[in-house]
């Protein structure tokens, strides 16, 4: 069975600055990678998906993120942050029919 | 298209009560899942379908029944409900196995 790592439950970032989030999948074959943003009280929108291809993946809002196969790793990052990027973010991982999700990271912007 | 909808938004039960959460998609999507929302624990999959009249389980199942008899309806329902089914649901769908899953707004549950 798959399975997903967030290492960070909780990051601090100031406006501007940049921001990467970390996540660690455990799967046996090619996996489908995905990363979801909730804000508060609202359900979830993809940012970015990777199936194959172009290990460095573009999505909405700026947000890109890099497949490492050797690492077992699918790291979220962008460059400057804005104060609308607070939320939770979910790394998931898709396999045997089912999506996996990490215990997510949340993500505060200050001033 | 009004995407994944889901009834009700807010719902408070007893414990031993039961009800039905109503997921609907007008997508014409295959793929249908359930998952529910605690804090620190992420989304865990429920039940999902990979299309109409069939059903599987997925990673907590247990006190909750799903059936598929059309493509855009997919209901969850508690047939006795207990404190540890407060979360807040979610529904999707997807329009086939392996690709974006498109959420619903969710429906958070409290029993009492």
């Known amino acids: 069975a798959q399975s997903v790592t967030q290492p960070d439950i909780h990051i601090t970032v100031s406006e501007g600055a940049s921001l990467e989030l970390r996540c660690n999948y455990s799967?046996?074959?090619?996996?489908?990678l995905f990363w979801y943003v909730q804000s508060p009280g609202q359900g979830l929108q993809l940012l970015l998906k990777?199936?194959?291809?172009?290990?460095l993946v573009q999505g909405i809002k700026g947000f890109e993120a890099e497949f490492k196969r050797s690492q077992s790793s699918f790291n979220l990052r962008k460059p400057s942050v804005h104060w609308s990027d607070a939320a939770e973010y979910f790394c998931?991982?898709?396999?045997?029919?089912?999506?996996?999700f990490g215990a997510g990271t949340t993500v505060t912007v200050r001033a | 298209n009004a995407g994944v909808t889901q009834t009700p938004k807010f719902q408070v039960l007893k414990t031993g009560q039961s009800m039905t959460l109503q997921c609907a998609q007008d997508?014409?999507?295959?793929?249908m899942s359930w998952y529910r929302q605690d804090p620190g624990m992420g989304l865990r999959l429920i039940h999902y379908?990979?299309?109409?009249?069939?059903?599987d389980q997925g990673e907590v199942p247990n006190g909750y029944n799903v059936s598929r008899s059309t493509t855009e309806d997919f209901p969850l329902r508690l047939l006795s409900a207990a404190p540890s089914q407060t979360s807040v649901y979610f529904c999707?769908?997807?329009?086939?196995?392996?690709?974006?899953?498109?959420f619903g707004p969710g429906t958070r549950l409290t029993v009492l």
């Open positions: 997508m014409n999507h295959e793929y």
């Open positions: 799967y046996g074959a090619t996996p489908y």
């Open positions: 990777y199936f194959s291809g172009d290990t």
């Open positions: 379908s990979v299309g109409a009249g069939i059903t």
């Open positions: 999707a769908s997807s329009p086939g196995t392996g690709g974006e899953q498109f």
């Open positions: 998931a991982v898709w396999g045997d029919y089912k999506l996996s």
